[in-house]
């Protein structure tokens, strides 16, 4: 059974889950709270916002290192100076790499119904699709994109004059929440997992992440 109390947030963007997060840790009774906030660039808003929050930031740039392997190897480091309990990729654009995934539970969020529209046009794509709800997902990440153990989802319905802009913010408001609700079950009750199946609490079986 694992637990998260310490939580490192990578962002690329405006960190609004960042935010919310933050927010939400501010509250002891949440049971996790960011410990640092790690980013692949430099001037983004959610390195502004863990600032702001007087919360310890790192930017580890792809471009500072010679091969893909070496700023695996870097980004897990910098991470693991602040001995997370859980990784959140909060709209951070990069894929993690082996030495991130091994050593910590990664959580990612994604703007559809997975297995269905994975990849980085989730909305986009269900909207083509013609789909009459679409939704988000929490996952544990894995060394595949979008493929990962799922953690909880939520849907959204799809309304006749959705565009692809208005339907994502409608998801991230889902998202928002959806994120917090389940980081801070993880935090205060632990989890388990068996083969694809993520239990949160002191449910029987299953094998510790």
Known sequence: MSKA?????????????????????????YG???VAVGAD?????????????????????LGDHPTRADWDAAIAARIAAYEPDLVVSAGFMKILGTPTLQAFPVLNTHPALLPSFPGAHGVRDA???GVKVTGCTVMLADEGIDTGPIVAQEAVPVLPDDDEAVLHERIKTVERRLLVDIVGRMAREGWTVSGRTVRIGNQSGGEST
């Open 127 to 129: 909207l083509a699709h």
């Open 32 to 34: 996790a709270r960011v």
């Open 5 to 29: 109390g310490r939580l490192v947030v990578l962002v690329s963007g405006s960190g609004t889950n960042l935010q919310a997060l933050l927010d939400a840790s501010a509250d002891p009774a």
């Open 41 to 61: 660039r430099e001037g983004i808003a959610g390195l502004a916002r863990a600032t702001r929050a007087q919360v310890p930031t790192f930017v580890e740039k």
